[in-house]
């Protein structure tokens, strides 16, 4: 947020209905996942977005591209095996990659989770706390692993609920984070006044409308360039 610089882009997973149309991740996602679908849709989605990165050269950009893995997904010993086979032959690399560990599964077994974690940023892959809010998650566990970046929800950022309890629990988070070396990355920044709120904070990194909607693989060299444009 101090440069506006550029730094990555997420990966949304959208389904074509031939009925209801473009359908949103939080309709279908949590189904797939109940019904045991969660790793090959994983598997759907690194894949197209390997092929995206490819075919509009957006290596060329420098920034960083973050995906989604559920936690029974993530925990699986042989999930960066067909990570690493994914990437195979691309310029997207471990180092370009974020995984993004979602909410949508309570957590447990930490010591397994301990081992995984360690062992994708062995591979160079970075990692990030997702959806981090006083009513989603108890980040604290996770700040002993060695996570990359921490995601601030959405509904915190625009000031849903509480306003005492919304600004001691992000303070809270943020100081707990920086102090165990996470980025902070605030999500819902859909307009300026939210960006100086959370600018003034502390936050390290911004996601959001103001910066950019949800858009095609073939529309973000264009939306680069102007952003790179407005910023200056």
């Given at each position: 947020?101090?440069d506006?610089?550029?730094?990555?882009?997420?990966?949304l997973?959208?389904l074509?209905h031939?009925?209801?149309?473009?359908?949103?991740?939080d309709?279908?996602?949590?189904?797939?996942e109940?019904?045991?679908?969660g790793r090959?849709?994983?598997?759907?989605?690194?894949?197209?977005?390997v092929?995206?990165?490819?075919?509009?050269?957006?290596?060329?950009?420098?920034m960083t591209?973050?995906?989604?893995?559920p936690?029974?997904?993530?925990?699986m010993p042989d999930?960066p095996?067909?990570?690493?086979a994914?990437?195979h032959?691309?310029t997207?690399?471990?180092?370009q990659?974020?995984i993004?560990?979602t909410?949508?599964?309570e957590?447990?077994?930490?010591?397994?989770l301990?081992?995984?974690?360690?062992?994708?940023?062995?591979l160079?892959?970075?990692?990030?706390?997702?959806?981090?809010?006083?009513?989603?998650?108890?980040?604290?566990?996770?700040?002993d692993l060695?996570?990359?970046?921490?995601?601030?929800?959405?509904g915190?950022?625009?000031?849903v609920?509480d306003?005492?309890?919304?600004e001691e629990?992000?303070?809270?988070?943020?100081?707990?984070?920086?102090?165990?070396?996470?980025?902070?990355?605030?999500?819902?920044?859909?307009?300026?006044?939210?960006?100086?709120?959370?600018?003034?904070?502390g936050?390290?990194?911004?996601?959001?409308?103001?910066i950019?909607?949800?858009?095609?693989?073939?529309e973000?060299?264009?939306?680069?360039?102007d952003?790179i444009?407005?910023?200056?």
């Amino acid at each position: 947020m101090a440069d506006r610089r550029p730094t990555g882009f997420e990966v949304l997973a959208r389904l074509d209905h031939p009925v209801h149309g473009l359908v949103e991740a939080d309709i279908f996602v949590p189904a797939m996942e109940a019904a045991g679908l969660g790793r090959r849709l994983s598997e759907a989605v690194v894949s197209r977005a390997v092929q995206d990165w490819q075919a509009f050269d957006l290596g060329a950009l420098g920034m960083t591209i973050a995906v989604n893995l559920p936690l029974d997904v993530l925990m699986m010993p042989d999930t960066p095996d067909w990570l690493e086979a994914a990437l195979h032959g691309s310029t997207l690399g471990a180092r370009q990659l974020v995984i993004e560990l979602t909410e949508s599964q309570e957590l447990g077994c930490m010591p397994t989770l301990a081992s995984a974690v360690e062992r994708y940023r062995a591979l160079g892959y970075r990692l990030a706390i997702d959806d981090v809010g006083p009513e989603i998650r108890d980040h604290r566990p996770l700040l002993d692993l060695p996570f990359s970046m921490m995601k601030l929800d959405r509904g915190l950022v625009l000031g849903v609920g509480d306003a005492a309890a919304r600004e001691e629990f992000l303070d809270f988070a943020l100081t707990a984070a920086h102090e165990a070396g996470l980025l902070v990355v605030a999500e819902g920044i859909e307009d300026a006044s939210s960006w100086g709120r959370m600018a003034a904070a502390g936050i390290d990194q911004a996601q959001g409308f103001h910066i950019g909607y949800p858009m095609r693989a073939s529309e973000i060299a264009d939306w680069h360039a102007d952003w790179i444009a407005r910023g200056r």
